[in-house]
């Protein structure tokens, strides 16, 4: 709280004189780094911290937004300094999550005119180049034709992976 304190000073006369100094007490700042984020593995995100008239991050980065790619899951504190020269910290993890292990299972070779079927694996979400989402597809391609599947996983991270169909021609 803000409080005023008094003095009085006696000289080697017995002459008084009488002062005060008032203390003002400045509340800290509320700092405040952002809401936990988790991120896929190679992945960047922003922090943007608020509350302060100027930044310090842990790594050195003095802005009220950074931009940061972490490989591992991290946590990063902020110092907030606000008009009256005041600090308060924050912090904020950034978990990272790491990539599904996407399977379009083995390579395939099939006769021409036939179809197959393809079975990705990694995931709970698919996405094949053909457009579509099922985890197993049956193609039926005219020649040799190399099939790409994202996997996206729980986190919504997605990898990819490819399986090559190759169209034998039929016996003469």
């Known amino acids: 709280a803000t409080e005023t304190y008094f003095v009085t000073v006696t ?3 017995g ?4 002062d005060d100094v008032t203390v003002t007490v400045n509340p800290l ?7 936990d984020v988790a991120i896929c593995d190679g992945d960047c995100t922003n922090l943007t911290a608020s509350s302060g008239i100027s930044y310090m991050w842990d790594n050195g980065e003095t802005d009220a937004t950074i931009n ?10 902020v ?15 950034v978990t990272v999550n790491p990539l599904p292990t996407a399977d379009a299972g083995m390579d395939v070779a099939i006769c021409e ?12 979400g698919y996405s ?12 039926c391609p005219l020649t040799t034709e190399t099939y790409i599947v994202t996997v996206t996983d ?17 016996p003469t």
């Open 11 to 13: 000289d080697g006369n």
């Open 29 to 35: 700042p509320t700092a405040d780094a952002g809401m």
């Open 113 to 124: 005119g036939n179809c197959t079927d393809l079975t990705a694996g990694g995931g709970v």
């Open 15 to 18: 002459c008084t004189a009488s």
């Open 128 to 139: 094949w180049s053909t457009g579509e989402t099922d985890a197993m597809i049956n193609v």
């Open 79 to 93: 110092t907030v300094t606000d008009v009256n020269g005041c600090t308060a910290s924050d912090d904020v993890t």
């Open 154 to 170: 729980g986190n919504g991270c997605t990898a990819s992976d490819d399986v090559t169909v190759t169209v034998n021609p039929l």
């Open 68 to 77: 940061v790619c972490p490989t591992i899951t991290t946590t990063y504190i």
